[in-house]
């Protein structure tokens, strides 16, 4: 796919959008992605790029090493992240538990997978040489070596890209080559940011995937659609978010009129934001009543 494409690497659609949003994850408080999309899709990516590959390996390296805590890089959040995406594996009826976790981050997953039964293999360019020897586990290996390493006919039963898909340079390739490790009657998950939820509009420039080293922004439709030349048999959508602090399902209803005239005769000074949340709101429930619950999804789908 390409970004700098003047139509959507999705659809061709030829009226793109372009907006400045602001970059969650930056230093500076003012920070501004641009993003386009299409609204012909729903498909939505930053272009121009503001990271180089290069630049957003030494970010995500000094981010893992340095652990800033209570974020996304926590140690112990990061482990009842993993167990909460484990349960979906294990919902996924599968008997031999083997596993490829690609952009493996610092190797939770893969750590606590192995804790559980799973002979788990984790890859990412980030990984320093020195976890690479202190794995103790016995069905654990964390390696920075790239797919193209592993023997040619290793393949898995789970190959999972846990925030993985959106920071892809070019996702075709490799998900070209992670289906390809998928055995037959295996499964590919994948988990990224919901471009169409409730949450991407009451937020509108303001929401949290906006972020400097996302390149693209999928939706069940949209990620489907681009896994379509993959003649999966099966495909399986999340019905919730694996984060300990989210509650969400994937349905969403809006609020009537008269919850909202409700809201405005308890707080009347805040009309204007009441009802643009409620137009916000029911137009989410309109567009993706089945998913638009979820801020965050996860897809498998199955060989
Ligand atoms: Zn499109």
Redesign the pocket.
Known sequence: MNPASST?P??Q?DAIIEMECIACDADQADKTVSVRT?P??D?AWQWPLERTVEQSNAFFQHAYENKREASYFDTHLRSQISNLQLGFLNELDIEEKTLLDIGCGDGNFATEAAKNGWTALGLDPAIPPEKEQQTTLAHLKLTSASLEHLPPDEKFMCVTMWDVVEHLPDPEPMLKNAWDRVAVGGWLILETGNYQSAERLLCGRGWWAWQLDHRWYFAPPTLLQFLKSFDYSESRLADRVFRPWSAKKPTFRAPSFFQTSLSIAKRPWRISAILSEHGAKRQAAAKWPKWAGLPIFTLAIRK
Do not use: G, I, N, P
């Open positions: 959507c999705l659809c659609h299409c012909a899709c498909f």
